[in-house]
């Protein structure tokens, strides 16, 4: 006998969850051009998140965008599988860093690093970056 069982709702406490929706993207030209003229960064090897405060007319909290230079991933795959990267450890711990924060910033995660990287240093990585983040705001 196979018993199956559905859950209607999903309890949250938090605002963020542990998405990364269409709304959160950071796609606006304008916006983008703003970040890296106007922005602040905080850097942790081998990513570095420039961020700006800013207001959003649709309601989004965080706006983020990431970036992988091809001058150093000549190959596409290369640069595609650590953008995946960093979307993932992105979505993974917003919402444990971003719940609580007043405000809204736009943000861009580049890559600077040489060489190829894991899905463990990444996520290392991305949570001291926005440790460092939340002081440097505070």
């Known amino acids: 006998m196979l018993i ?3 859950i209607s709702y999903f309890y949250h406490t938090n605002v963020m969850d542990a998405t990364y929706k269409k709304i959160e993207k950071l796609k606006s030209k304008k916006l983008i051009a703003q970040l890296f003229a106007k922005g602040k960064s905080v850097s942790v090897y081998p990513l570095r998140l420039i961020y700006l405060k800013t207001e959003f007319t649709d309601g989004a909290q965080i706006k983020t965008g990431v970036s992988v230079p091809k001058r150093q991933f ?3 795959v290369d640069r595609i599988r650590i953008k ?3 979307r993932e450890a992105y ?3 917003k919402a444990q860093y971003f719940s609580n924060t007043s405000g809204c910033y736009a943000f861009m995660i580049l890559y600077i690093g040489k060489e190829g990287t894991t899905f ?3 996520n290392s990585k991305m949570k001291h970056l926005f440790e460092l983040f939340l002081k440097k705001i505070a």
Do not use: C, F, W, Y
């Open 120 to 122: 463990e240093v990444v």
């Open 91 to 93: 979505r993974l711990n």
């Open 74 to 76: 000549k190959k596409a």
């Open 4 to 6: 199956t069982v559905s």
């Open 84 to 86: 995946r990267l960093l």
